[in-house]
C-alpha cells in the first residue's frame, strides 16, 4: 500500500457479474410531475420554487419578518432584504398589495436596457409602483447570475470499509452550507460499504436511507464523494474484502462495474434531482489506465450525471482538494452557476493542488461527453502542466536545470537543460493542443490551463 495520506495500493480483480443477481430493493422517489385526478382527468403540477432564505446583495437573513423582510423576487428563486434597500416612506404598505410583483436587482440587469434605472416592485400593466427609482444600499458581492440558493441538497459519502477518511475533504461542504438551511434542506449520509463481502448489507442500508429521505424532501441536487483506494496498474477501484483461505485482503473491481453496483440503488433519487454530482476522491490510475477510464465515462454517461469530478495524480491525497470542494460547494451547490463555466473560477484558490495533480471534469454532450482537463502550468516546476524532474536523472544533480525559451511554427516551447558542462540531458515540453491559460489565480509564470480531452466512448 501506499502512504497513509495517499490512496492507491494494489488489489486482485474480482468480477462483480456475479453480484447483478442479487434483488435491488426498488424505492421510488418522490418525483415533482403531474398525475391524474379521480375519473382519470390530467392534474397539472406546477414546479416548485425554492426561493432562497438569504438576500442576493448582503448575503444575510432575517430573524423576523418585521425586523428585515425578504423581499422575494416573482421571476427567479433570489430574495432581498429590506436593510438593502433605501424605500421610500410610507410606501412599505402598497408594495406589500397582492397586485404588486418584484423584481429583484439581478433580474433588472438582465431583462431591461443597459443604464435603465432600477423600481423594483410593479403593477400588473408593468407601471412602477414607486415614482422615483429605488435606491439600493449595498454592493453586488456575487455574480448577477447567481443565487444563494436553498433548494434541498443531499450529501451522500460512500467510504470504503475501514478507510481512513480523516483526510477526506468532502464533509467539509456539507458542513459549509449547513448554516444556511436554518429550516432543514441539506442532509449529509455516511456508508461505508464492503460489496464483496457484505453486498446484501449495502443495499439494504441504501433503501432504509432513500425510505427515510423521501419522507423529508424531494432533493433538488445530489452530490455523492467516493472515498477509497484503486489499483496502482490496472485501475480497478477497491470494492471490499476477500477471505480467501483465511487471508483477508482488499479486492478490487472494473470501474464499470463497481460504479453500476454502488450507483444503481441510489437511481431513484438521481433521476428526480436537478442536478447530480460525483466526486472520485482516489488516485489517478481510474483515469490515467485508459481502460478504467472508459468505464467511468460509460458510468457516467448511464446515470446521467450533470458533472463528474476526478484527478490524475498516481498518490492524490484528497485533503488537498478541499479549497476546490469548497469552491464548488459555493459557487455551484449555493450560488448556483453552471459548473462549465465556473470550474475555473473555482480553480482559482487551488494553485498547491495544481502542484500535486490535474483536475479532470466530465460532463454530459447529448448521447457523449465533455472531458476537459485542468492542468496548472508553473514555467520553473510544472511547465505546460508537466512534470520537471527534481534531479537530473543521468548525472544525479540536483537544481541542475537551466531554462531556454524558444518558438517554433507558432507553438510555445519550454527546454530546459542540465547545467553540467559534461552531461548532455535536456528536456523539451511542448504546449497541448488545444490548452487555454486561465486568468483565475494566475501569478508571474504560472497559471491553470484548460485542455479538452476526447471522450473514448464509440
Not at 443604464?115 to 407601471?127: E, K, N, R, V
Not at 464523494?225 to 478490487?252: E, L, P, R
Not at 458533472?307 to 460547494?329: D, E, G, K, Y
Request: charged share 20%.
Amino acid at each position: 500500500m501506499t502512504a497513509k495520506k495517499s490512496i492507491g495500493g494494489s488489489a486482485p480483480r474480482v468480477s462483480l457479474k456475479t453480484l447483478k443477481t442479487l434483488k435491488f430493493t426498488k424505492t421510488r422517489a418522490s418525483c415533482i410531475s403531474g398525475g391524474e385526478l379521480e375519473g382519470g382527468e390530467p392534474m397539472e403540477v406546477s414546479e416548485m420554487v425554492h426561493h432562497n432564505g438569504f438576500c442576493i446583495l448582503c448575503r444575510d437573513g432575517s430573524a423576523s419578518f418585521q425586523e428585515n423582510p425578504l423581499f422575494m423576487c416573482n421571476h427567479c428563486p433570489r430574495v432581498m432584504c429590506r436593510l438593502c434597500m433605501e424605500l421610500p416612506l410610507d410606501t412599505e404598505d402598497v408594495i406589500l398589495g397582492e397586485d404588486v410583483s418584484f423584481m429583484c436587482i439581478c433580474c433588472h440587469m438582465k431583462v431591461a436596457e443597459e443604464g435603465a434605472p432600477y423600481f423594483g416592485f410593479y403593477y400588473p400593466d408593468g407601471t412602477t409602483v414607486l415614482k422615483s427609482f429605488l435606491r439600493i444600499q449595498a454592493s453586488l458581492e456575487v455574480s448577477a447570475l447567481a443565487e444563494i440558493s436553498a433548494a434541498p441538497i443531499l450529501f451522500i459519502h460512500l467510504i470504503l470499509i475501514n478507510f481512513e477518511t480523516t483526510r477526506s475533504p468532502f464533509p467539509f461542504a456539507h458542513s459549509f452550507l449547513q448554516p444556511y438551511f436554518t429550516s432543514g434542506g441539506i442532509e449529509y449520509r455516511e456508508i461505508a460499504y464492503d460489496i464483496i463481502s457484505a453486498p446484501d448489507a449495502y443495499l439494504k442500508t441504501v433503501a432504509q436511507i432513500i425510505k427515510t429521505l423521501n419522507k423529508v424532501f424531494v432533493w433538488e441536487c445530489v452530490v455523492i464523494g467516493i472515498s477509497t483506494h484503486t489499483d496502482n496498474d490496472q485501475g480497478d477501484i477497491f470494492a471490499g474484502y476477500s477471505d480467501d483461505g483465511g487471508d483477508k485482503h482488499y479486492v478490487s473491481a472494473g470501474s464499470d462495474q463497481f460504479l453500476e453496483f454502488v450507483l444503481r440503488p441510489w437511481q431513484s433519487v438521481l433521476d428526480c434531482a436537478k442536478e447530480t454530482y460525483l466526486w472520485l476522491l482516489c488516485c489517478g490510475s481510474l483515469v490515467n489506465n485508459t481502460d478504467a477510464f472508459a468505464g467511468l465515462q460509460s458510468a457516467v454517461v448511464h446515470h446521467k450525471l450533470s458533472a463528474t469530478i476526478a484527478f490524475n495524480a498516481r498518490r492524490f491525497q484528497p485533503s488537498f482538494a478541499s479549497h476546490l470542494l469548497l469552491a464548488f460547494t459555493e459557487h455551484i451547490l449555493m450560488e448556483r452557476c453552471p459548473i462549465c463555466s465556473a470550474f475555473g473560477e473555482m480553480l482559482g484558490q487551488s494553485s498547491k493542488l495544481g502542484r500535486h495533480t490535474d483536475v479532470l471534469l466530465l460532463t454530459p454532450l447529448e448521447a457523449t461527453l465533455q472531458i476537459t482537463k485542468f492542468t496548472w502550468g508553473d514555467t520553473k516546476f510544472r511547465p505546460w502542466g508537466c512534470f520537471l524532474p527534481i534531479q537530473c536523472p543521468t548525472c544525479g544533480r540536483t537544481n541542475s536545470w537551466r531554462s531556454a525559451y524558444a518558438r517554433d511554427s507558432g507553438n510555445k516551447i519550454y527546454l530546459f537543460e542540465c547545467k553540467n558542462t559534461s552531461c548532455d540531458q535536456s528536456f523539451t515540453f511542448i504546449q497541448p493542443t488545444g490548452a487555454t491559460m486561465l486568468s483565475s489565480g494566475r501569478k508571474q509564470g504560472c497559471s491553470w490551463m484548460e485542455v479538452p480531452m476526447e471522450p473514448l466512448l464509440t
